[in-house]
């Protein structure tokens, strides 16, 4: 589905208060509270917006985030995905370009379960190498 100028002013709302009332965005927006739903409904049943949920604060998540680099065997990349997806922690697995294939990211409460959790990935069968990057602090983050 095609979105216009209208459609993604009324996501970058909904992205600042996904709870904000229709009325609201209506009147943000200078539309008829009608039309601003109708765009609402057609969003959601298009599937450009998939749902609205919880944005925890910082202090809400584990308290550990590192990113792992993971380069894979040839044909293993459905096996170690299907063992990724298997490990609690993991919150985030991205495919990419260059010389790693696998992008995956991750939460731990202290650094003993980093540990046991980066150790787990490692050892996937079909993982032949890996390069781990403790974050330190979020100087921006715009995906919330």
């Known amino acids: 589905m095609q ?13 600042e208060d996904a709870r904000a009332p229709v009325a ?6 200078g539309l008829a509270r009608t039309t601003v739903q109708a765009r609402l409904e057609r969003l959601e049943s298009s599937g ?8 925890l604060s ?5 308290p550990l985030r590192a990113t792992v680099l993971l380069s894979i ?6 096996q170690v995905l299907a063992r ?12 990419t370009s260059g010389r790693f294939d696998f992008l995956v990211e991750m939460e731990a409460q202290s650094t003993e379960e980093l540990d046991v959790l980066l150790d ?7 993982v032949l190498d890996s390069e781990s990057l403790i974050h330190l602090s979020t100087k921006l983050d715009r995906r919330r």
């Open 48 to 55: 450009v917006v998939q749902g609205y949920t919880v944005q």
């Open 24 to 29: 609201k965005l209506a009147r943000k927006l």
């Open 120 to 126: 787990k990935i490692i050892e996937a069968k079909g």
């Open 84 to 95: 990724l997806k298997s490990l609690t922690g993991l919150t985030a697995i991205h495919t």
């Open 3 to 15: 979105t216009d100028e209208t459609d993604r002013a009324l996501l970058a709302l909904l992205s």
């Open 58 to 62: 910082d202090r809400a998540r584990a």
């Open 73 to 78: 065997e040839p044909r293993a990349t459905a």
